[in-house]
């Protein structure tokens, strides 16, 4: 998702780069053209394509808000700058197309009205829309546009002027590019159907800049077919052409190591903390062992236990159970039976003879082990510890004391390394800091379908490290087994942070890179038309 959002984002900024060169390059058409005859009617219409081009350089240094941590300026500021001066452009070449009479055909007779007054109330019109601009000024883009495109058509098709049919389609595809623009709209909506659709790179964001691509393709076909008949024009194109290039791939390859830079130390953190966390758990084994040990030294439980003395073994469990903040504690006799639960006094007679703790213990040894068990929602994931009772020399029993690695455990985590955790029992979320829409039920009881982590990690009892989805969200994940006694992998950790976090840290070097590339570019084109300008006047 990340690497997609930032090629994305390049097309956008590269798009509108070459369509501001494709209309400064139909500026510079009507203006060369000016000067061959010199009708001031001209200047307004190239005053509004130059204007164009201007707005699309604006454009093209805005980055959507979902990716932007904090914007050297307001995104809105540079949004609406381009808006604004985009309808000036448009109502400009409006204008101009307006006073400009149509070459009839010789059967088109019909009374037309004074061109002037039509730019007149045109402009007036598009006063209006400028001083809407903050209401509704993504209104008024496509609305604009839409009036430039008719009056090409109207030159093309009634007039003689059949040139400019390919600069109508290419204006058509325009048109389109601003209507789709008009998702900014419904971004507020409630609908998650919707809402997937106006998204930024969203379908309508993905068909605007497609639109925006033919059109502005169309439009360099039609403009570089002229121009480039002229030994001087050629040659500031080509110029124009190649600083932008070099600019392009520049910018491009510089986000591009950037934003891998930053995702390998992304991943490389989080393999980092998932290790911390492995090691937070690996303490509290120590610490319920610790406990374990200290309970099964308490005064008098020998002689309860090998009298089965069940009251004083409850209150030994239950304080014990209060004061070590433990999730449950057990005391066997040597043949398994429970003689006592602290979560649950009522509940003895049960045997655990089977428990591999339990067997270790009998031998003398202190055990510790993270251990998952069935769950009505899910597996509970918990850290056992056995220790030994002993009479002397014999072993009478064993206490069995340990705590759940539940969602308040995972909490406690985020709490201090600021990341979203998730413990699992085999592939299975038995306890996340993950909430549902509802801000309040968590996910667990999901099960982890990806392949290559669940072979990694359960199967190889190796990490794993990469991008996944959580909830529809890209993030950048780290796993890590979680292992028994013996060992073999019973659960996974997981520590994750999201994907837009990442390419949000570098946010500001982006918009760096696109605001010095578009400043280089705007200083580059007085010195191409110099330097070509010199070289077209020695081939004379």
Do not use: C
Not at 37 to 47: F, G, V
């Amino acid at each position: 998702m990340l690497t997609t959002q930032f090629l994305l984002e390049n097309f956008h900024f590269a798009l509108n780069l070459f369509a501001a060169l494709v209309f400064f390059a139909v500026g510079w058409l009507y203006l060369d053209a000016y000067f061959a005859a010199k009708p001031k009617r001209e200047l307004i219409k190239i005053a509004g394509l130059f204007i164009l081009s201007f707005a699309f350089l604006i454009s093209s240094t805005y980055i959507e808000q979902t990716i932007l941590a904090d914007s050297l300026f307001n995104t809105n500021l540079i949004f609406y700058s381009a808006t604004l001066f985009k309808i000036l452009g448009y109502l400009l070449v409006g204008a101009g197309l307006i006073i400009e009479p149509i070459q009839k055909r010789p059967v088109y007779d019909k009374a037309q009205s004074n061109p002037e007054e039509k730019a007149q109330v045109f402009l007036v019109s598009g006063a209006f829309f400028a001083l809407s601009l903050k209401a509704f000024g993504i209104i008024f883009v496509p609305i604009t546009s839409l009036l430039v495109f008719l009056l090409l058509l109207k030159r093309a098709t009634i007039g003689l002027e059949k040139h400019l049919r390919p600069m109508a389609i290419g204006f058509l595809f325009i048109v389109l590019s601003d209507f789709f623009g008009l998702y900014k709209l419904f971004q507020n909506t409630n609908s998650i159907f919707i809402y997937k659709i106006v998204q930024p790179f969203g379908a309508l964001w993905i068909l605007s800049q497609i639109a925006l691509f033919l059109g502005t393709v169309v439009l360099a076909i039609w403009v570089f077919s002229y121009l480039l008949r002229r030994i001087q024009t050629q040659v500031f194109m080509i110029f124009n052409i190649s600083v932008l290039i070099i600019f392009l791939v520049t910018t491009v390859s510089f986000t591009f190591l950037l934003l891998n830079n930053l995702r390998d130390n992304a991943l490389s953190h989080l393999g980092t903390d998932v290790n911390v966390v492995k090691y937070a758990i690996s303490s509290k084994q120590s610490e319920t062992l610790s406990d374990a040990e200290l309970v099964a030294q308490t005064p008098g439980i020998q002689t309860a236990i090998a009298q089965n003395e069940s009251p004083i073994l409850k209150t030994i469990v239950v304080s014990n159970l209060v004061s070590r903040r433990e999730s449950f504690l057990v005391i066997l006799a040597s043949t398994g039976a429970v003689l006592a639960r602290g979560e649950d006094s009522e509940k003895i007679g049960d045997s655990l003879s089977n428990d591999p703790m339990f067997e270790l213990a009998m031998r003398g040894q202190n055990a510790s082990s993270v251990v998952s068990t069935d769950g009505a929602l899910a597996p509970v994931v918990s850290i056992r510890s056995a220790a030994p009772v002993k009479d002397g020399k014999n072993i009478i029993g064993v206490v069995m004391l340990g705590t759940n690695i539940d969602n308040a455990f995972v909490d406690g985590l985020k709490k201090s390394t600021g990341l979203n955790v998730s413990v699992y029992g085999g592939n299975i979320l038995s306890a996340t800091t993950f909430v549902a829409a509802d801000g309040k039920t968590r996910i667990v009881g999901v099960k982890e379908d990806n392949n290559k982590i669940v072979k990694t990690v359960l199967n190889d009892n190796k990490n794993y490290s990469g991008g996944v989805s959580v909830l529809n969200v890209p993030y950048f994940a780290a796993y890590a087994p979680l292992d028994d006694l013996n060992n073999n992998p019973v659960g996974m950790l997981f520590v994750g942070q999201e994907q837009v976090s990442v390419i949000r840290a570098a946010s500001k070097s982006i918009e760096y890179t696109f605001l010095i590339s578009v400043l280089f570019i705007l200083i580059s084109v007085l010195p191409s038309y110099l330097v070509a300008k010199f070289i077209s006047e020695q081939f004379k």
